[in-house]
Structure formats: structure tokens, C-alpha cells
């Protein structure tokens, strides 16, 4: 199994905290806490995406251990850790401005410099990826929020992804089909919460009062998502009963 990208489905085991009837040792903030995936927010919720990738439950990191403390832990349970972020792996910075640090999980790794992380903030987001680019060497470029307060300390290697060779074009061209729902899902929905460029809120506010265009049956306006056909078909109509 590759490791996860996108936001987990509902009630998946491995996001859903330990008394809630899941595996994951991790408590989400409870004043942002998702209660479909109770883990989450909270960037040590990472530790079930670790073991998620071997779907045979929580073999490893069964505790919510802090981030500063957790690369010791791992070295106890005979994990390797490495300087380079690998593939499935745990990135783990110490300080930040409690002193706790962060994890973050190595989702895809596109050269030595640059890789996608999956990863949840305890104050912020319940599930984000970043674009992250080695910098300095503290890995922070990418990620909005991480000051020079953080400060990378290795990558906790997944042992359930193997070395394996180059995939065939067959297996690659599957692997897309598989994933691209997924991935197109979560760009449409990014689009559909992107506000209007400023140049244009004044023809967009004269569309809506005239009703060429009023957005979604809900009334959301959507400026950065694609037209469709049948969205095209009600502009047209509009005009032409104009």
C-alpha cells in the first residue's frame, strides 16, 4: 500500500482515536476536533498514517509520544531514522512556539530537495499537504506556518515500504486511474473556497444582480471553479431572456 495522500473517509481506524473505537493513539484538539476521525487535528495522529501503510494496525508508535520525544522512541522499537526523508517516513522537527515540535508524514518524493508531506496541526488544519523544499536544510519551505522556530531533526523510516523497482508503464497508468478521482475531488473543492481575484468583484457583483450568473443552488458563487456545459447552458439562457 502507498502511503496515504488525501484526506482519509469516515471512520477510518486509523484517524479515529483509541476510545473512540479506533487505533489511533492521538487526541484531536477538542475545540477543532473532527468527529468523524477523532484523532484529528493533532499532527501526532500521524503515527496511525505511519501504520496505515501496513494495514496490520498500530504495530508501531502505539503512544501519542511528543515530537521531541518520539525519535528516541522509535530507535527503542528498532526503527531507522535518517537524514533524508523517505518514502512513508516521519519527519520530525523539535521546538515551535510551545516547545513541542511537529511530525509530518513523506506522502511522495519528487528529488532530494523537494517532496509532498501528509500531515494534521493541532491548532490549524485536521488534514493538510505541503510542498516542502529542503531550504536551509529545516525542511519549512513550503509550509506557511513554520517559523525558524522549528528545527528538522530526521525522518523516521517506514518498514513496511520496501526498496522496489522502477513500475511498469501499465502499473503506472493504473495507479493514476486510481488515483485521480481522489486527487481531482480535493482540487475542486480547493477552487471552490479560492475568493475572487479584485479585479473581478465588479463584474462579478454586476452578473449577480442582474442574474446572469448567481452561482450554485446554494448561492455560493464559486469565481475559481470551472464552467460546466450545463452552467454555460443557464448563462445563455439568462441572456437570451434578457
Not at 508508535?61 to 517516513?89: D, F, N, W
Not at 522556530?149 to 493514476?176: R, S, W
Not at 446572469?212 to 446554494?218: A, K, N, R, T
Request: glycine residues 10%; aromatic residues 12%.
Amino acid at each position: 500500500m502507498l502511503p496515504r495522500i488525501s484526506r482519509p473517509s469516515k471512520g477510518n481506524p486509523y484517524y479515529v482515536n483509541i476510545l473512540d473505537g479506533g487505533v489511533n493513539p492521538a487526541k484531536g484538539n477538542p475545540k477543532l476536533l473532527n468527529k468523524d476521525l477523532t484523532a484529528l487535528p493533532n499532527c501526532v495522529a500521524i503515527y496511525g498514517w505511519f501504520n496505515e501503510i501496513g494495514q496490520k494496525g498500530m504495530q508501531y508508535l502505539k503512544k501519542a509520544y511528543y515530537p521531541y520525544s518520539v525519535i528516541a522512541q522509535a530507535k527503542r522499537e528498532g526503527l531507522e531514522v535518517t537524514t533524508e526523508p523517505t518514502l512513508g517516513g516521519i519527519m520530525v522537527w523539535t521546538g515551535g512556539r510551545t516547545g513541542e515540535g511537529h511530525v509530518a508524514g513523506v506522502a511522495e518524493i519528487y528529488d532530494e530537495k523537494h517532496i509532498l508531506t501528509a500531515e494534521s496541526e493541532y491548532y490549524g488544519k485536521d488534514w493538510a499537504n505541503y510542498r516542502r523544499y529542503i531550504g536551509n536544510g529545516e525542511w519549512a519551505d513550503g509550509c506557511y506556518w513554520m517559523t525558524a522556530l522549528y528545527h528538522y531533526q530526521g525522518c523516521i523510516k517506514n518498514p513496511f515500504i520496501k526498496e522496489q523497482d522502477d513500475m511498469t508503464k501499465p502499473e503506472t497508468e493504473a495507479l493514476v486511474r486510481e488515483m485521480f478521482p481522489t486527487l481531482m475531488a480535493a482540487y475542486l473543492a480547493d477552487l471552490a473556497q479560492q475568493p475572487a481575484d479584485a479585479w473581478a468583484q465588479p463584474m462579478i457583483e454586476y452578473c449577480q444582480r442582474y442574474g446572469l450568473m448567481v452561482g450554485d443552488p446554494d448561492g455560493n458563487f464559486r469565481p475559481q471553479s470551472p464552467v460546466k456545459r450545463e452552467e454555460m447552458a443557464a448563462i445563455l439562457k439568462s441572456l437570451m431572456t434578457e
